[in-house]
């Protein structure tokens, strides 16, 4: 079965990749870097040539209200009209659990507009929406700090592992149309706040976690059921205490983990030019190859352009904190999973590549000349 995976270098969508391929589809990463833009339709018609099913794992990459709406209403309009030109035979789109009760919320606004789109289509589709993943924790933290302190509302709460989504997905991928709506979580709930605390201390960080009834959540009030599936909602496996102990780093200052740049100067000889070991990267650490920079977080492997997209500083030699990496020349910060911009002066996104892993050998799915930088 030929299956275009449309984010294919993200998170998710780099995972599914893998999995998929694996169990012998054939398998296309879809983006940007590869040639293919669903924001403007560039190269859509002939990646979806004489594909079955077209799976949208994407992400805008930047969360300002009027941008992320634009984003996923362009870019999912782009891609039904192509599908139902190529004849797909399937659409699948990750959505997000909560997006008719959280309006609220820009983004979930955005996500709630995409799947309306893919309802009104042609197209045969099935809508899976995820609970929040364990490897956004930190990222929820982060958008509620103010000064050292996190105030979040004290709500129930049921993440999920981003490989428990992967499978579920690959499950509904292969299978037949839904022309409905799943849902999946984590197979244990939580209080918003005491999980943050419990990950926080983990990780040595000093900032205090505040229960705060008014706080927000990305804009969003929340209420008893705001973050959590309904009763029918398929459960993944993972429970948070395996996935925290195989991939919680303590940190030495507030907040902050210093990037160790992993075998720099090592005989690549036996590799190829785009190949890795993978264990030259201990988690935590980022590979510098070329113009491409290759990080070990959060239980997997990401690449972006190795350089700031702000005035060219160095990524290797920043920070990493979980999934975003600071820039040590003047605190720009990126997700290094999405390539999102978190925090300025940079304005422009960083280009990201697929990684795959065979065994004890890593590939950056994508040239590694082809990694260059934006001023």
Same mark, same amino acid.
């Given at each position: ?26 398998? #296309? ?22 594909? &079955? ?8 990459? &930047? ?41 609220? &919320? ?15 289509? &042609? ?7 995820? $609970? ?5 924790? $930190? ?37 037949? =149309?839904?022309?409905? $709506? #799943? ?7 939580? +209080? ?24 927000? +959540?990305?804009?969003? *009030? ?35 983990? =210093? ?59 920043? $920070? ?34 697929? #990684?795959?892993?065979?065994? *004890? ?6 040239? #590694? ?7």
């Amino acid at each position: 079965m030929r299956i275009v995976v449309v984010g294919g270098s993200g998170l998710i969508g780099s995972k599914l990749v893998t999995m998929l391929t694996g169990d012998g589809h054939d398998v #296309v990463a879809a983006s940007r870097r590869s040639g293919v833009d669903a924001v403007t339709g560039e190269g859509l018609a002939g990646a979806l040539r004489g594909a &079955s099913v077209v799976v949208d794992v994407s992400n805008s990459p &930047s969360f300002e209200d009027a941008a992320v709406m634009k984003f996923f209403k362009t870019s999912t309009h782009n891609l039904l009209t192509a599908e139902a030109a190529a004849s797909v035979r399937h659409h699948v789109a990750l959505s997000v659990v909560g997006t008719g009760r959280l309006l609220q &919320s820009g983004y979930l606004r955005a996500k709630f507009a995409q799947e309306k789109l893919i309802k009104e289509s &042609s197209v045969p589709y099935s809508i899976i929406q995820a $609970t929040q993943f364990f490897e956004f924790v $930190t990222t929820i933290a982060d958008a509620a700090t103010r000064g050292t302190a996190i105030r979040v509302p004290p709500v129930p709460f049921q993440p999920v592992a981003a490989d428990d989504v992967v499978r579920a997905v690959s499950k509904i991928v292969t299978g037949a =149309p839904l022309n409905g $709506t #799943v849902e999946i979580g984590g197979p244990e709930r939580f +209080y918003l706040d005491g999980l943050l605390q419990r990950v926080l201390g983990t990780r040595h960080d000093p900032r205090e976690v505040i229960a705060d009834s008014h706080a927000r +959540y990305f804009g969003a *009030e929340l209420n008893e059921r705001s973050l959590v599936p309904g009763d029918e909602a398929e459960l993944g496996e993972i429970r948070f205490d395996q996935w925290l102990g195989r991939t919680a780093q303590p940190i030495a200052n507030p907040n902050l983990q =210093p990037a160790v740049g992993a075998g720099t100067g090592r005989e690549r000889a036996t590799l190829k030019e785009n190949e890795f070991r993978v264990g030259e990267v201990p988690p935590g650490s980022v590979l510098l190859m070329g113009d491409v920079a290759i990080f070990s977080v959060e239980g997997g492997f990401c690449a972006t352009q190795a350089m700031c997209t702000h005035r060219q500083g160095p990524l290797s030699e920043g $920070t990493i904190d979980g999934s975003t990496v600071t820039c040590p020349l003047h605190g720009a910060q990126f997700n290094v999973w999405t390539g999102a911009v978190l925090r300025g002066p940079a304005k422009e996104p960083l280009k990201t590549y697929a #990684v795959t892993v065979d065994g *004890e050998v890593g590939r950056v799915e994508f040239p #590694v000349a082809d990694a260059v930088q934006s001023a």
